[in-house]
DNA sequence: TAGATTGTTAATCGATTAACAATC
DNA sequence: TAGATTGTTAATCGATTAACAATC
């Protein structure tokens, strides 16, 4: 139950999924359907599933009602969660107008930038000098940022989040940023991730070229 | 040396935090240097190395030149590649001014819309209208493509550049895109990262609360 | 040489799959 | 009842780690 981070990842698809299925009309759900649209087999559905103790019916699969709810539970997302943009350049904007956060409980109250000509604080989310930021955390209790500053601002900054309290941040810099364990640091390297799909493109085009020299040339 | 996808994330890793190294006067490194700054153990960076069939020397650890030189061989990152963003809302046009990008000989050539308020074909990068999007691939053998549409035209669109004869999709849509064999889809869910985020601390917290049952309550 | 580090092998660990008994 | 699907157990698979011989 504590350990597998793959599952946790799989649950928040199976909720997605069965949200999309209860909007087509459905009411009950079998490990089969589940297993197809997420791309996994009906036994690891299943073994997901036992993992964190929701159950089925023996031949009737699952009410969908039901394990959307307690994916829910398990998953910490019963209330909206309040969330702090940090930066509000070009990535840290878009964000803030992000639809899918709307949708699922998550909503973003406050951005902070250094920048003057982007603070506004009479906008719908208000964006706020830098200096605000600690006071900010701290007396309202904010538990999660997102950090979308360059490299050379991002440890500094997250080190004054940090001190304010905050227990987790997502991390857009490429750095790796360090933090104490009551912080939790999850990064999404934009860079990384566009390089490893140039990697298996360039894998792809050597297999097919391997594997010509069996078939001959085709004519382009 | 072909199955791992870990192992090729790890090396994307390992090569950023050599030029790092290298940018602050270094010329060789251990893996175990390499092993700490990625967060891993310098079992796997040697395991990971002799996977690709990188070697270094007994007790002379590696040479940063050599090392980054054959992992760019090895990553397909000897070449600068042309990449189209489909979709110039918010996130698209945030990614087309993304630094990191400019800096790994990632070359964002242009970027379609179908919004014409949006259009602009004498920017820096162009903005076009979608009904090039087919034609422009074709005829400049473009091989990737970010797709940051909502969702309900993510799957029509990305239909259009595999026509087209696109190789690669990184997906920012909510939707698992169905693609043939020839086309690798890569996906970034950050609702989902999110969400996975709050699952961490809403876990982390419960651990708190389990533990002070023994230790007895702090005051706040 | 003595000491340090690589490269590889074998051991371990953990996650996924396959199989099937339970049962609706 | 016969058939279908769950929930769990054991088997498999793959990735990571530990250990150490090779060697600079």
């Known amino acids: 139950m504590i350990g597998n981070e793959n ?4 649950l928040l698809q199976y909720k997605d999924t069965l949200k999309k ?17 997420v791309g996994v087999s009906p036994s690891l559905v ?12 023996k031949r009737g699969g699952y009410r969908i009602d039901n394990l959307v709810e307690r994916l829910d539970q398990i998953l910490g997302r019963n209330v909206t969660q309040k969330v702090i943009m ?14 899918a956060f709307e949708e699922e409980h998550i909503r973003i109250v406050a951005a902070f930038d250094h920048d003057e000509a982007k603070q506004d604080a009479k906008a719908k989310i208000p964006v706020l000098p830098m200096d605000g930021l600690r006071g900010y955390i701290a007396e309202n209790q904010i538990q999660l940022g997102i950090l979308t500053l360059p490299e050379d601002a991002a440890q ?9 309290g905050i227990r987790g941040i997502l991390n857009f ?12 640091i999850r990064s999404v390297n934009l860079e990384l991730e566009l390089e490893h799909l140039i ?15 069996d078939s001959g040339r085709k004519d382009d």
């Open 7 to 10: 599952a946790v990842m799989r």
């Open 21 to 37: 299925l209860k909007s087509l009309g459905f009411s009950k759900v079998f490990s089969d359907n589940l297993a197809d649209t």
């Open 46 to 57: 299943r073994k997901d599933f036992s993992l964190f103790d929701i159950s089925g019916h």
């Open 86 to 99: 940090v930066g509000a350049g070009k990535l840290g904007s878009a964000l803030m107008n992000f639809r």
């Open 156 to 164: 500094r900054v997250a080190d004054i989040m940090i001190l304010a």
């Open 173 to 184: 810099s490429p750095l790796q940023l360090r933090a104490p364990r009551r912080c939790i």
């Open 199 to 213: 990697y298996l493109i360039s894998r792809t085009l050597e297999d097919e070229e391997a594997s010509e020299e």
